[in-house]
Nanobody, 125 residues
Framework: QVQLVETGGGVVQAGGALRLSCAASGRTFSSYAMGWFRQAPGREREFVAAISWSGDSTYYADSVKGRFTVSRDNAKNTAYLQMNSLKPEDTAVYYC??????????????????WGQGTQVTVSS
C-alpha cells in the first residue's frame, strides 16, 4: 500500500508559479511511476504530467508542455510538479497518483493504483 499526500496548492495570479509536492509513504516509492492529473469544476479529470520510476522519462499534456515540469526525488519519497506561467484555465484540483506496473499508458487514469486526496490550485486573471 502507498499513501500519497499532495501539498503546495493555493491561489496565484495569472503568470505566476506554484510547486506541488506529492509525498509518498512506503519503502518502494522508487519503483512506482508517478502521474499528475487535474479536475476542473464540471469537467472530467485529465492527465497533466507523468514521470517514470527512474525519472529518466517524462510525459506532458499538450496544454502544459513548456510550462510545467514533473520531477521526483526518490531519496525523499516525493514527486513534484513545478507549474510556471499559470493561466486561469489551469484552475483545478490537482491529484498525484502512483502506478505499480512498469509499462503503463502514462496518461490513462486506469494505469494508476494509488491516488492522493488532491490539492486546489486557483489562478486568478
Amino acid at each position: 500500500q502507498v499513501q500519497l499526500v499532495e501539498t503546495g496548492g493555493g491561489v496565484v495570479q495569472a503568470g505566476g508559479a506554484l510547486r506541488l509536492s506529492c509525498a509518498a509513504s512506503g519503502r518502494t516509492f522508487s519503483s512506482y511511476a508517478m502521474g499528475w492529473f487535474r479536475q476542473a469544476p464540471g469537467r472530467e479529470r485529465e492527465f497533466v504530467a507523468a514521470i517514470s520510476w527512474s525519472g529518466d522519462s517524462t510525459y506532458y499534456a499538450d496544454s502544459v508542455k513548456g510550462r510545467f515540469t514533473v520531477s521526483r526525488d526518490n531519496a525523499k519519497n516525493t514527486a513534484y510538479l513545478q507549474m510556471n506561467s499559470l493561466k486561469p484555465e489551469d484552475t483545478a484540483v490537482y491529484y498525484c497518483a502512483a502506478a505499480e506496473r512498469v509499462r503503463i499508458a502514462f496518461s490513462y487514469e486506469g494505469s494508476y493504483n494509488y491516488w492522493g486526496q488532491g490539492t486546489q490550485v486557483t489562478v486568478s486573471s
